[in-house]
Structure formats: C-alpha cells, structure tokens
C-alpha cells in the first residue's frame, strides 16, 4: 500500500509539472552560466551595453556601462557619438544621482535583463518578427531582442551586451 501511494504522488507531482516555454528553453542554459557566474562574482559585476544605428552616412554609438553591487544598481556611465555630438556624450551617475539622464540603457540588473528576455523580448511573434538571441559573453547573454519585418528601419527593441566582467 505504501509502494502504491508513493507513486500516486510521484505521478501527481510530475503530471503538475509545468511545461518550459520556448523562450525558457532557449535561454536556460545562458541563465545557469550567469548563475554560475553570479556566484563566483558575489553578484558584483560590470557589463557594457551598446547601441549602434547607421542611416546612410549618419552613424550613433553609445555604450553605457552598468556597475552592480550584491545585486543592486549602483553606478552607471554613459558616452555615445552622433552626428549632432560628434566629440561624445559622456555623464556618470552613482548611487544618489542613477536615472537622472534620459541616455543610455535602462538601469537594469542581469537577472532583470534575463527576465525581460524570457518574458518580452523572446515571445515576439515569429512570423512578424527577426528574433534574435546571442550568448557570447562566456555563455552569458550578449544580443538578445526582436525587430519588426515589416519595419523599414528595422528598429531593433532589446538589449546588445559587449562585456560581463567580475568586479
């Protein structure tokens, strides 16, 4: 009797189980990797995200570089050239002062990022949609996003990683 209730159990249990979505799938071995590394950095890290457009002979760049400290949000640097700024855009912010700009990536951790990975920036339909995912950052996450097909400009909405560094 007890061998049978056992398996009653281990059968409920598995049969409640939830299925993975494709976007969990697609990222879960990149988020162990920043898990790992989440570990060994004490959740103390820097990444740099960058932006670049180019319309013809008008070319932007901007990277913004995200400091955290035990999981939080602590400094962010800007510096972007444009056509309008050609010498560069450049302000720090730290604790007191975070958000202060309008430039610059979103004030966001990597457990943020992959959270708005899985539940945004991958679930964009297919069909309507280039979806990109990149994990070239020792595993990590470094390209992840979508940008419409139809869209003349291809405007891309998400996020382009070019470092994840231990402090």
């Given at each position: ?11 409920l249990c ?15 071995d ?28 008008f ?32 302000y ?10 309008t430039e ?7 457990d943020?990022?992959y ?30 996003g ?11 909405r998400?996020?382009?990683i ?6």
């Amino acid at each position: 009797m007890k061998q049978v209730l056992s398996c009653l159990i281990v059968l409920l249990c598995l049969s409640c189980k939830k299925e993975k979505s494709g976007a969990e799938l697609l990222i879960a071995d990149s988020r162990n990797a920043f898990q790992d590394f989440k570990l060994t950095s004490h959740n103390n890290y820097v990444y740099i995200v960058f932006t670049y457009a180019s319309i013809g002979v008008f070319a932007d760049y901007h990277e913004t570089k995200i400091t955290v400290e035990n999981g939080k949000v602590t400094a962010r640097q800007y510096w972007g050239l444009n056509s309008s700024s050609p010498f560069g855009i450049i302000y720090t912010e730290d604790k007191t002062t975070l958000g202060s700009h309008t430039e610059g990536a979103a004030i966001l951790t990597l457990d943020d990022i992959y959270t708005k990975a899985q539940n945004e920036w991958l679930i964009a339909d297919p069909a309507q949609n280039t979806i990109v995912y990149e994990t070239n950052n020792n595993g990590m996450i470094s390209s992840c996003g979508y940008s419409g097909k139809t869209d003349p400009l291809h405007i891309f909405r998400g996020i382009n990683i070019k470092s994840i560094t231990a402090l």
